[in-house]
């Protein structure tokens, strides 16, 4: 069981908005910054979509944006493009080291 | 760019013993945390432990506590994972990654363990 919670999967239409959560904790995402979302397709290794909680990294489009309120933390892809479907996993540091949350499975319909 | 370069694919035994590296390259290694992360097959990621290069401060994450081993030296920019004896269980993708300054990972190591 991970400590930060992800719903296993969401879904969305082409050029829909859809939004991932990630709940964590005071420990983690409640208190620290360092938040970040990976995107992970088939057989590739996960590719990093948001740092810092809403920090994006050159190269990734900004359709994808990040943000936190207490201990939860989201990311928004919005016009969502077949590409985007893939599994996403959330990383917060917890003061000590650093923890995943249990991925969430992206089908864009 | 900051670039991490791992260890190529490895098929054991087991009760093998294995340690696999991870190179680094263009920014400061010693000052910057850099860990290992798992995936099982059709599993999702574990952050496994954590190491300071600088000081060697090492953190694991409790389910691997007593099962791997971290390590770094600094005069190479290497750091590597080690495993005593293997298991089947241990079969698995493992990832170098620095998690912070926007997050950087190795290609991956794939460990195939089997009799």
């Known amino acids: 069981q991970s400590a930060l919670t992800q719903p296993a999967s969401v879904s969305g239409s082409p050029g829909q908005s859809i939004t991932i959560s990630c709940t964590g904790a005071?420990?983690?995402?409640?208190?620290?910054?360092?938040v970040s979302w990976y995107q992970q397709h088939p057989g590739k290794a996960p590719k990093v979509m948001i740092y810092d909680v809403s920090e994006r990294p050159s190269g990734v489009s900004n359709r994808f944006s990040g943000s936190k309120s207490g201990n939860t933390a989201s990311l928004t892809i919005s016009g969502l493009q077949a590409e985007d479907e893939a599994d996403y996993y959330c990383c917060s540091y917890t003061g000590r080291d650093w923890v995943f949350g249990g991925g969430t499975k992206l089908t864009v319909l | 760019e900051v670039q991490l370069v791992q260890s190529g694919a490895e098929v054991k035994k087991p009760g093998e013993s294995l340690v696999i590296s991870c190179q680094a390259s263009g920014y400061r290694f010693s000052s910057n945390w850099i860990g290992w992360v798992r995936q099982m097959p059709g599993k999702g990621l574990e952050w496994m432990g954590i190491i300071f290069p600088f000081d060697s401060d090492t953190r694991y994450s409790p389910s691997f506590q007593g099962q791997i081993t971290i390590s770094a030296d600094k005069s190479i920019s290497t750091v590597y994972l080690q495993w005593n004896s293997l298991k089947a269980s241990d079969i698995a993708m493992y990832y170098c990654?620095?998690?912070?300054?926007?997050?950087?990972w190795g290609q991956g190591t794939l460990v195939t363990v089997s009799s």
């Open positions: 990654v620095v998690p912070t300054g926007g997050a950087s």
């Open positions: 005071n420990s983690n995402l409640g208190n620290h910054n360092l």
